[in-house]
């Protein structure tokens, strides 16, 4: 079976459906139902998954061209809200186009994306710029009797496609070894960190990687809550500078090479 994903090409597939049936097989034996787990005897029996870098402007010159082009964006306008927001929040693609009003309070500028719905399965708090409130403001007389935020084309009940962001940035002419949906995260990190000089593990946190203080322990989401709603009202205030075509600091030569 897993030969025969892997003969489609499909092998990060055939990967999550030996873990799949390692799970079952671990089931059944402690259940009693089986042995051993025969799942186990197929470790490193199917070829690596190759990592895809994900591709990103992280040039300010280029950024300000990427948010020229998303501000006169002319296609659906809900697409258009999450191309403004995503570089706003830089959250993993799947957390934005799966965004609930449920989780949003706009008074307070927050964000608060649930465990269940985050790859570390920790509940993640995003402080929400000025700029960032507008937008949800804009298109909440628009989708706000929906539950998602961002809502499909065809369908209100269902959020929008995974593929809506990376069409729209195609139809705006941005390649694909240009700039990606998770291309936003490499952005922020990178012009955080090297033009605007903010603090790595404030960057990492609002990220949601999995930042430790200095006892080992994980960060709850609220650590640096101070820091980090300066660092997003900073950041989106740089995005609108760049936008508009302010002078800009190059990136130093060691950024561009990453």
């Not at 025969?38 to 895809?52: H, I, M, S, Y």
Request: hydrophobic share 45%.
């Amino acid at each position: 079976m897993l030969r025969r994903i892997e003969e489609r090409g499909a092998i990060e597939t055939a990967h999550r459906v030996l873990q799949i049936c390692g799970q079952v097989f671990r089931y059944a034996v402690v259940t009693g139902r089986i042995d051993r787990n025969p799942a186990a005897d197929l470790r490193g029996a199917l070829p690596p998954v190759q990592v895809d870098h994900r591709a990103a402007i992280v040039e300010p010159a280029k950024v300000g061209e990427l948010l020229r082009a998303i501000e006169s964006y002319q296609g659906y306008l809900v697409t258009r809200c999450a191309l403004r927001l995503a570089p706003l929040v830089f959250v993993r693609p799947g957390e934005l186009r799966k965004a609930e009003w449920s989780e949003f309070d706009l008074d307070a500028a927050e964000w608060n994306i649930p465990a269940a719905r985050m790859k570390m399965r920790t509940a993640h708090l995003v402080p929400l710029s000025r700029q960032a409130v507008e937008i949800l403001r804009e298109l909440e007389p628009l989708t706000s009797r929906s539950r998602y935020v961002f809502t499909g084309l065809r369908s209100h009940d269902r959020p929008m496609s995974d593929n809506a962001i990376l069409s729209a940035l195609r139809r705006m002419g941005f390649a694909k070894d240009e700039m990606s949906g998770h291309g936003f995260r490499a952005m922020a990190r990178t012009i955080l960190d090297e033009v605007l000089h903010v603090r790595p593990d404030y960057i990492e946190h609002q990220l949601a990687h999995a930042v430790r203080d200095p006892n080992g322990c994980a960060y709850n989401r609220t650590a640096h809550l101070r820091e980090r709603r300066r660092m997003m009202q900073q950041w989106a205030d740089y995005l609108d500078a760049l936008r508009a075509g302010a002078q800009v600091i190059p990136l130093p030569v060691k950024a561009r090479k990453a």
